[in-house]
């Protein structure tokens, strides 16, 4: 019998994902056995739209099952409202399912410690490039090779930064708007606590990737190819400075 061809999956900077059938082999790393106990606590769980790991291949890349969906086109294609709204709904699941999660330390991509109080373990990279739709609804969340400790502000703030609402110079009525979609799907959050996190979470994102770089993590060091982390400095720069005039607009009263 033929084997089933290689396809490789493009939209990652980092990783190097392939399909092979039904499944995806990805490469592995220190963090693997972490986010494989992650992974299978989650299907235990019964939380869906994550993939299901199915081993090691021979070539020592991970084999995951392939979840069917939509990848947006970067660039081009932006959520709808709808799919916002589903996203932040499967990401308040995933939280309050991962809470359950031992606390005791594990080795992560970018740290190597225990829960704090607090913390749930993150996903820590769930934007629109990691994450496939069926029509309005998430179809599936990939690429959990930087979960690790965090708060669950940090994943609601990575997917509002990454959708074009937080470009710098967008809209300030449609960044408002935009961030109350994120904020009220997920629920219990203020749109204006999120956008204060932004920062926060952007930071110990270029940081990590620094350290990785000196570290010579051969991941970090693609997206140094790329102009990461400057280049996400520069922009968080030109959204910090637009900070004010939003929360101006969310005030009780503002128009
Ligand atoms: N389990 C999966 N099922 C379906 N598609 C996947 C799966 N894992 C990855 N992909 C696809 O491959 C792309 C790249 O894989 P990803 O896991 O994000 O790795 P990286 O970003 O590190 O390259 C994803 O954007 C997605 O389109
Ligand atoms: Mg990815």
Redesign the pocket.
């Known amino acids: 019998m033929t084997p089933d061809a290689e396809i490789a999956?493009?939209?990652?900077?980092?990783?190097?994902?392939v399909?092979v059938g039904d499944?995806?082999r990805?490469p592995t790393g220190p963090w693997t056995p972490a986010v494989h106990e992650l992974l299978d606590f989650l299907a235990a769980a019964g939380v869906e739209r994550v993939?299901r790991v199915l081993g090691i291949d021979d070539r020592g890349r991970e084999i995951?099952?392939?979840?069917?969906?939509h990848?947006l086109a970067i660039g081009t294609e932006q959520p709808s409202a709808a799919q916002t709204r589903s996203a932040m709904r499967w990401l308040r699941a995933f939280h309050t399912a991962v809470a359950g999660f031992p606390r005791q330390s594990r080795r992560w991509r970018f740290v190597e410690r225990a829960l704090e109080p607090g913390e749930i373990v993150c996903h820590h990279?769930t934007a629109i490039?990691?994450l496939?739709f069926d029509g309005d609804e998430l179809a599936?969340v990939?690429?959990?090779?930087v979960a690790g400790p965090g708060v669950p502000l940090d994943d609601v703030a990575m997917y509002a930064w990454n959708s074009a609402l937080l470009h710098p110079e967008a809209d300030a009525a449609e960044m408002v708007d935009g961030l109350r979609t994120i904020a009220d799907g997920y629920g219990s959050i203020g749109a204006g606590d999120l956008l204060d996190h932004v920062p926060v979470r952007i930071v110990a994102a270029t940081d990590r990737i620094a350290a990785g770089q000196r570290a010579g993590d051969p991941?970090m060091l693609r997206l140094g190819e790329i102009g990461e982390p400057a280049s996400t400095l520069a922009r968080l720069a030109r959204l910090s400075a637009r900070i004010p005039e939003l929360h101006a607009r969310m005030a009780p009263g503002s128009p």
Request: hydrophobic share 35%.
């Open positions: 999956l493009p939209g990652g900077n980092v990783g190097g994902a399909r499944t995806v990805r993939p995951l099952t392939f979840l069917p969906g990848v990279d490039y990691n496939a599936g990939f690429d959990w090779d991941g």
